[in-house]
Each structure stands twice: as structure tokens, then as C-alpha cells.
């Protein structure tokens, strides 16, 4: 079966979070994916412990299956001038540099596109390529200037960040959509183009409902820390033996609730009769049910809340997802198998669901120029 990105060809001039994960994913569903790194390789190739089996950093094998390596030193011309050769029959170009710092090695978007007029070149910066260029992107600073952290944590506490670098998660999956809008419209053109994405921008996209509050309003949103801005009950609640998240949508919800909890009189009492009474009495009301939940061990809550229709659910550590998601059948966790080299890696599955052409898994996370000798005659090994 012909995988959607087979023929594609993409040179992944990126590094750490956000432009592999993206080359990642073109090359889950077929994009035959080249990785160039300096002689030092990747940060993330030191970013140690955890390891896995082989010694291979954890964050490294994450971000960077189905794709071959290589080791290009810019400041040589014959590899350099071997890297544009290769660039010049390329689909897609990948890159995380600091704004300006490719147009020194003719490796940016006009300078490659005067012999390639077909490319897709995808830009990934902290704070684009204008006043902000200069701006360094890395992923907590960007969770805090762009205001993630004003509203993660407890409201008494210090702001918090996520406990994953999601702003680079979310600039990876733009980039992913936008080189394949840039695709799609060169397939009508025949033209390739530049994608900008940054970091910045996809965290104030990726907030969603608090960015369009902030905007409609000018007030900017408060720190509620598990607790939902424009719903109630939406948080964690106490149990016998840990937490559990109760997640109330609707009023029918919200009856089932109270008359599983004993509470009966809760749908009836003025301050909790509707949504919006209940996000105003949102502490009384978590007070009333936590004197019922503290009753129980999380797990039996789940269990009887979700038989009468009410979101709920124990909070999980990550291995305890894992485990739960394959409970479901979800299979989050596959194995590649490499022949050729005889290495395994246990990687996390591509979330994308096609029902025919699905992702596969090919090769393992490549050593550090292990391909030189099929891409490059010269060596800096």
C-alpha cells in the first residue's frame, strides 16, 4: 500500500524538539527523511539519562525513527556544495536556525529556491524572523512570555510550566499542517514556498479560549490551577487513596453527579442550579463534594460515575496511561526491529489514524552520520 507521503523527499537541517518531531511524523507515512547534523550532533543526543537499551537518549529516540543521518560541516565547501546537490533535488527543507544564520551557507529559503523553485521550505523560530529575531527559543522561555505559565499552577503558588515542552509539540504539528497546505497548493502552482512558524505564535494559537478571552475582554486570565475558567465542576478532586478529575459539562451531567455523591439537593440549591451560578460558587461547591469523594477510593468513583454518564477518571502517572491506553486497545507503544543493523527501539506509536494507509516504522533513530557513505563522497567523521 502506497503510504501519503511516499516520493516525498525532506532534508531535516533541524534539531531537538520541534523540527524532528515534525520530520518524524512526514516520515511515519512514507517521506524519505535525511537528518543533518554538525559534527557534534544533536543536542538532544547528550540530553541524558534516561537511555534506552543501546545507551541512546530517551529524548533523541523520540523525535527522530524513520530517518537516515549524516554529519555536514557547513564551513567546508565540498560537503557544503554536496549538501546544496542533494537539497536541489529535495521536496521539503526543515530548519531551526537563528534567523540569518543559513543565509551565510546559501542555505535559505531564496537562496535554494533559485535552483529548486519547487521547494517547501519550513522556518521554525522562536519569535519569527522580524523584531524577534534575535530572541532565543527555547521552549520554557517562550511558556513564559507568552503567557502559559500566568495560568498553569495553583492561584497561592509560583507559576508553573507544563511538564512537557509542549510549545515545541505545537510548533511541530503547525509545521507538519503547514508544509502539507504548502504541498497541496504546489501540486495547483507548481510552486514551492516558505513556511514560518514560531514558537510564540503557536503558544498564543494553542491557548485558544484564554488568548480570545484576553482579547474580547483586555483582562488577562487568572491562575485557577486544575480548575476550568468558564465550567464548574471541571477539576481534580481528594479521594481516599489519591485524586481523581471530575469533568461536568452540562446540567444532566451535573444531576447524575450530585444523586451519585448522595447530594440531591444540589441541582435545586440557587447557587449551583446552572453553570454559570456553579463557576461563581466554584470552592463551595468543590467543598461539598470533596466531604463525599474523601469517602472513597478514586477507582470506585471512576467506575460508578462513569456508569451514569459523568466524566470522571483517576489521575494516572505516565506509566499508568500507558498501561491504561493499552487496556482500550489503543496500542501506544510499538517495537521497531531493525534487520539490517540488528538494533530494537521501543518508540511511542504515531497518534494519526488512517484507516488505509497507516504509519509505518522502518528504521531506528540513526547514529550520528550513519548514512554518510550512501549521501555524501566526502567525510567529516
Known sequence: MTQPMQGIKVVDLSRILAGPLCTMTLADFGAEVLKVESRDGDETRAWLPPVTEDGVSTYYSAVNRNKQAIVVDFNNSAELAELHEIIRDADVVVENFRPGVLAKFGLDYESLRASNPA???????????GLGASLPGFDLLVQAVGGLMSITGEPERTPSKVGVALVDVLAAQNATTGILLALRERDISGQGQNVGISLMTSLLAG??????????????PPRLGNAHPSIAPYETFATSDGVMVIAVGNNRQFTALATELGLTDLPQDPRFADNLSRVQHRQELKDLIEEVTRQGAAVQW???????????????SVLEA??????????????INDLKTGRSSRQIANPIGLSRTKPKYRLVPPALGEHQQIFLSTTSL
Open 119 to 129: 521547494l517547501v521550505y519550513c522556518s521554525i523560530s522562536g519569535f519569527g524572523d
Open 207 to 220: 491557548l485558544t479560549n484564554q488568548t480570545s478571552s484576553t482579547a474580547v475582554t483586555g483582562n488577562s
Open 302 to 316: 471512576t467506575n460508578r460515575l462513569m456508569k451514569v454518564g459523568v466524566p470522571a477518571g483517576k489521575v494516572n
Open 322 to 335: 500507558l498501561e491504561f491506553a493499552d487496556e482500550l486497545g489503543l496500542k501506544p507503544v510499538i517495537t
